[in-house]
Structure formats: structure tokens, C-alpha cells
T-cell receptor, first 119, second 113 residues
Framework: DTGVSQDPRHKITKRGQNVTFRCDPISEHNRLYWYRQTLGQGPEFLTY????????KSRLLSDRFSAERPKGSFSTLEIQRTEQGDSAMYLC?????????????????FGPGTRLTVT | AQSVTQPDIHITVSEGASLELRCNYSYGATPYLFWYVQSPGQGLQLLLK??????LVQGIKGFEAEFKRSQSSFNLRKPSVHWSDAAEYFC???????????FGTGTRLQVTL
């Protein structure tokens, strides 16, 4: 059973540089979510996709952040002109197709995360 | 907007003792409630969830939680804690159809031998 995978696991970058993270969801899951977790806090929602469509974005997702999910499979999260405040764990999650009969669509399965450190 | 409060930042229990982690939520309609566990440097693992029906739900690793609508609570319990249960525990509420989760700030569990 292949879970959600994320790459890289760790990224150290200098302020002002651009970074890109990748998430591969569980294969039959059509919903994909991005969250950000800072030290001592719970994860905070950033955005989510259903197939290739980005359906919701948090106000936390500034214009320096962009997420894509081409072809409805893997997703990338890019941060441009990184700032020290972007240092966090970026978590990806996926869930199975949503319909009224499928209660399991409410379950989100998380990947191991990408820890970003901006120096 | 929905919110989750976990009033205990840090809890220490002895191995073999019982455990209860508190969670209170705020949401106007019937919530979907979850408990996740996170080990250091790892992602989150789903322990259990409440969607509807029986208010006492069983999860993995011997955990259970009880939904109490009148108290807006969803406390996590385990009758006998093992050293391997030391981790960070997050309560979360979901709304709508498979939409975003709102998490609490977490409770760090330390287990003494």
C-alpha cells in the first residue's frame, strides 16, 4: 500500500531564492491538500485540488505561493522569493473521491512533509 | 468559522496509566471530527474519526474518543498508555464535503517509565 509521498524531505535555502516541493498522492485519491505547520502549531490549510482544479485557497497563500496539479496526479507547491517566515513543515494530504455514500472521502491521509528552512 | 481548542499543551503520564486528551470545537453544524498523531519529524497518522452515529468511536492503537455535542467536545482516551505513545496529538474538525481540516495547536504527550 503506497501512501502519500513528498519530495524533498528537507530543503535549506537562502532568503530570496525560489523553491518547489512535490507531492504524490495515493493513486486512487482525487483530492489533494497542502498544509503548512510551524513549530508548536497545528497544520494550517493552504489550498486543495479536486483532480486538476484548484478549488480553494487560504488567505495564507500569498502571491509568492503557487500550487499546481497538472493532469490531476502529482502536485507541486512553489514559493518564490522565500522569506524567513516561510520556514515551516509543508504537508500534503490526499483523500478519496467525495460523494454522499463514501464517508471515507472525509479522511485525509498525510505524507511525511517537507521541512523548509530559509536562512 | 470553525475552530478547535486543545487546552493542554503538554501532558506527562506514567506507562500503564490511563490517558485523556481534551478537545473542544466550535462549529455551527454537525462536525466531522478527527484525531491525528504525529511523531517527531513525521507526518500525521489518523487515529480515529467521528462522522455520525455512535458517539463513542474506536480507533487504532487502542485509542477511543467520545463525541459530546452538548459540551462541543471530542476527547481522546486510552486505558493504558505505552511508552511508544509519546508523540504530538492533534484534534481536527472538517466541514462540508471532504473539505479542509482545521486543527488544534496539539498536545504533546510524554510517557515516563
Amino acid at each position: 500500500d503506497t501512501g502519500v509521498s513528498q519530495d524533498p524531505r528537507h530543503k535549506i535555502t537562502k532568503r530570496g531564492q525560489n523553491v518547489t516541493f512535490r507531492c504524490d498522492p495515493i493513486s486512487e485519491h482525487n483530492r489533494l491538500y497542502w498544509y503548512r505547520q510551524t513549530l508548536g502549531q497545528g497544520p494550517e490549510f493552504l489550498t486543495y485540488f479536486q483532480n486538476e482544479a484548484q478549488l480553494e485557497k487560504s488567505r495564507l497563500l500569498s502571491d509568492r505561493f503557487s500550487a499546481e496539479r497538472p493532469k490531476g496526479s502529482f502536485s507541486t507547491l512553489e514559493i518564490q522569493r522565500t522569506e524567513q517566515g516561510d520556514s515551516a513543515m509543508y504537508l500534503c494530504a490526499s483523500s478519496s473521491p467525495a460523494n454522499r455514500q463514501n464517508i471515507y472521502s472525509y479522511e485525509q491521509y498525510f505524507g511525511p512533509g517537507t521541512r523548509l528552512t530559509v536562512t | 468559522a470553525q475552530s478547535v481548542t486543545q487546552p493542554d499543551i503538554h501532558i506527562t503520564v506514567s506507562e500503564g496509566a490511563s490517558l485523556e486528551l481534551r478537545c473542544n470545537y466550535s462549529y455551527g453544524a454537525t462536525p466531522y471530527l478527527f484525531w491525528y498523531v504525529q511523531s517527531p519529524g513525521q507526518g500525521l497518522q489518523l487515529l480515529l474519526k467521528y462522522f455520525s452515529g455512535d458517539t463513542l468511536v474506536q480507533g487504532i492503537k487502542g485509542f477511543e474518543a467520545e463525541f459530546k455535542r452538548s459540551q462541543s467536545s471530542f476527547n481522546l482516551r486510552k486505558p493504558s498508555v505505552h511508552w511508544s505513545d509519546a508523540a504530538e496529538y492533534f484534534c481536527a474538525v472538517g466541514t462540508g464535503t471532504a473539505s479542509k481540516l482545521t486543527f488544534g495547536t496539539g498536545t504533546r504527550l510524554q510517557v515516563t517509565l
